[in-house]
């Protein structure tokens, strides 16, 4: 939890009436107007209409404004020191991204104290929080030896409990010429170091990263430590990397730029998310992956916002539910689902991202009628009130 971050366990209850329009992402019928909704403690205890709503101990009158569930951001990279501005900069002047910067960011990150790391990875929480994301899964991977990824999942698991130990990052520079003694350290010495502190494990599975055989004996190694698979596939060249997370009952595959047929078969036919990242094609000047060809495929999707100084410098749900429906094909209402309940599937989780008696109590009011605003008011800031665990921000 961050330090502002007030708990209400205390069983407080909370009235949120006068809703214009209420989205549940909850059965059939998900949308529900002229509604409240009452909150007790960090859940939600009720949802209807209005004009039979109970009565609660405070009362928010969201004054015909639109609500959602909170934003699930499932997928971002939030403890390292430095930017990389200059090299966002060349690439927009023509240069491609390789992914090679991560290991500017590696010393950048190496050379930062604990407290620089944790001031900066509690600020882009909060950022988040203000732009309506209640919750964020955070990975490792900007410190590629055995203590300092420790500690990023350390400072991570101060901020969130979806935390994901991503040492195959990158080989770091030191072990360039020794790949596979790199993935020894990674299966070993480092995920024994870094499985206390983590829910999930991803490995990069790219060109330039690590290959199908490297990203297997990674993600083995890591299920047999207790962690659940989450892979970053696909993003810069197709490969084995979808096909590898669907076998191994991966809870997502990240980015999914290039897609053959049998790839999206494959995730049609499980249950692994394909979680879309558009932050970072906006980013790196890169074409979209096709949301509409996965949806129509039957493949669950969900949208995040990658967050990290190299790809996708956003912290924005708000703005990756504007790039989806703009330039990914989907519907607003599909944009939003991917963005709430979709983040949810990808993590495993059933008490967010809905707003359901019982589910959690984050959600948020927008300075809206209508959530629809979130795509056709680009750049806007719409977030009006945040209720994080019961409590408004
Ligand atoms: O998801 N693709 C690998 N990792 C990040 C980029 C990290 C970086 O460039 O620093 C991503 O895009
Ligand atoms: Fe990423």
Redesign the pocket.
Known sequence: MLATDKANSGGMSVLVTNIGELTTQDGEVGTLHDAAVVVNGDRIAWIGPAAQAPAADERIDAGGRAVIPGFVDS?A?LV?AGD?AAEFAARMAGES?T?G??RT?VAATRAASDDELTAAAGRLVAEMRRQGTTTVEIKS??GLNVDDEKRSLRIARSLTPETTFLGA?VVPAEYLDRPDEYVALVTGPMLAAAAPYARWIDV?C?RG?FDGDQTRAILTAGAEAGLELRV?TN?LTAGPGVQLAVELGAASA??CTHLSDADIDALAASDTVATL?PG?EFSTRSPYPDARRLVDAGVTVALAT?C?????YTSSMPFCVALAVREMGLAPAEALWAATAGGARSLRRDDIGVLRPGARADLVLLDAPTFLHLAYRPGVPLIHTVLHNGVPQ
């Open positions: 997928h990279h390292f990389r991204y992914g910067g991560i960011t991977g900007y990052h990069f790219e990263a970053h993003q990240d980015h990242l970072a990658d990290n100084p190299g790809s996708s």
